[in-house]
């Protein structure tokens, strides 16, 4: 019986993560996914690739795992292959992959490791193990005096990053002006900011951080699939030109060539495969030109928002599960990607504006001369003869030019 009567994937979510990953089933076994979120997005909508149910209260582990197991007892002559879009619901599943159907698969580490890593402070504490460089970094536990977030006591110079330790707690507790990350020129700046974030509720630690000089094009972010076993199978590395601005949004990737860096590549596998990996697993780094380093922010335990510049370089993430996790394929020795393709989820107008690097701008554009471009929704089978996605398309496209010219600094 072909796979794609076999398979059917679950995901939970609705953005443009949950989208590229349906994207990705429907190319590699012609299938049609289902999602569930707590609301519906413009990004999954009106789509052919995708089928979306709102369930508002999808992010609580009853009603996710409920939600789950009602539609796995209704297709009990399929397999599920069930994934989060977000870190919440990657996080929520986690929590409940041990108790779900036979009929279930859910590719992620234990929640024991989860917490092991999810927390910015406890992750760099393990870069320190494995020797993984990190931007100097000092926590603060709850609010503090500006005259305690001197240089001196931070150990680095302003300005600095500030940012949640762990985001997913972050989100739970909002506030006007709330930001994804935020930048703090004095002391003053920065106790103002944890003032904010510990005046709504959030419970854990705030990172402050050394700032790497450079814009968006000194960032890079690496995905990698390991196996059941906790093998290194793919690894795909991107070098961003381009990242959203929006205050919700700031950090988002939205231009991104492959590129290839055996060493840095070569880190991350031992450390994935040491401390027992299994799924998709997702890097921001920054290039540091004061000393030549490949600076690791956080690891993201699933497939990034941006993961089609994967699928569009010829390692369609969807084939990794199925083959390791329905199949039981032996998935050979790990691919480090070393084709080179321009992915972008805005028009290429933004890009070739708005990129500072005019070396990443003239390799853009000779990759989509070449024919090695690809982007999130640009998927021909989705938009043609549909009116409505279309138009979907051309708006949120459109939207770009207007949000780029009132937030890009």
């Not at 700032?211 to 795909?236: E, Q, W």
């Amino acid at each position: 019986m072909p796979v794609s009567e076999t398979i059917l994937p679950v995901l939970i979510g609705a953005d443009m993560n949950c989208y590229t990953l349906a994207r990705a089933f429907h190319e590699a076994y012609g299938v049609r996914s289902y999602a569930f979120g707590r609301w519906a997005m413009g990004d999954t909508m009106y789509s052919r690739l995708v089928r979306f149910t709102a369930v508002p209260d999808i992010d609580s582990a009853d009603t996710l795992l409920r939600t789950v197991t009602d539609f796995a007892a209704a297709h009990a002559d399929k397999t599920l292959i069930v994934m989060g879009c977000t870190d919440d619901y990657a996080s929520l599943l986690m929590d409940v992959r041990d108790k779900l159907p036979a009929n279930c698969i859910a590719p992620y580490i234990t929640p024991e490791l989860r917490d092991k890593l999810v927390s910015k402070a406890d992750f760099y504490a393990l870069c320190d193990k494995y020797g993984i460089p990190y931007p100097k970094t000092f926590c603060a536990e709850g609010p503090m005096d500006a005259a305690a977030l001197s240089p001196e006591a931070l150990g680095f110079a302003y300005p600095v990053i500030v940012k949640p330790s762990s985001s997913i707690l972050y989100w739970k507790h909002p506030f006007d002006g709330m930001k994804k990350v935020y930048t703090a020129a004095t002391p003053e700046e920065a106790s103002a900011i944890l003032a904010q974030i510990y005046g709504a509720g959030y419970p854990d630690i705030v990172i402050l951080q050394d700032r790497i000089p450079g814009d968006d094009s000194f960032m890079h972010v690496l995905t990698a699939y390991c196996d059941k076993n906790n093998s290194v199978k793919m690894m795909c590395l991107g070098h961003v030109g381009l990242e959203e601005h929006t205050p919700k949004a700031l950090g988002n990737h939205a231009a991104i060539i492959t590129e290839y860096n055996e060493p840095l590549m070569t880190k991350l596998k031992a450390f994935l495969e040491d401390v027992g990996y299994t799924g998709f697993a997702n890097f921001d780094i920054k290039y540091d030109s004061r000393d030549g380093s490949y600076r690791v922010f956080e690891i993201n335990l699933r497939q990034g928002r941006s993961n089609y510049y994967v699928t569009g370089a010829g390692l369609n993430i969807a084939r990794y599960v199925v083959e390791d996790r329905v199949l039981g394929s032996d998935l050979g020795p790990c691919v480090m990607n070393e084709k080179e393709t321009f992915w972008h989820s805005v028009p290429r107008a933004v890009v070739y504006k708005y990129v500072k690097d005019p070396a990443f701008v003239e390799k853009a554009r000779r990759l989509v001369r070449e024919g090695r471009e690809t982007t999130s929704f640009g998927c021909g089978y989705d938009l043609r003869w549909n009116p409505r996605r279309f138009a979907y398309y051309l708006v949120h496209m459109q939207r770009y030019f207007k949000k780029f010219k009132t937030y890009y600094k």
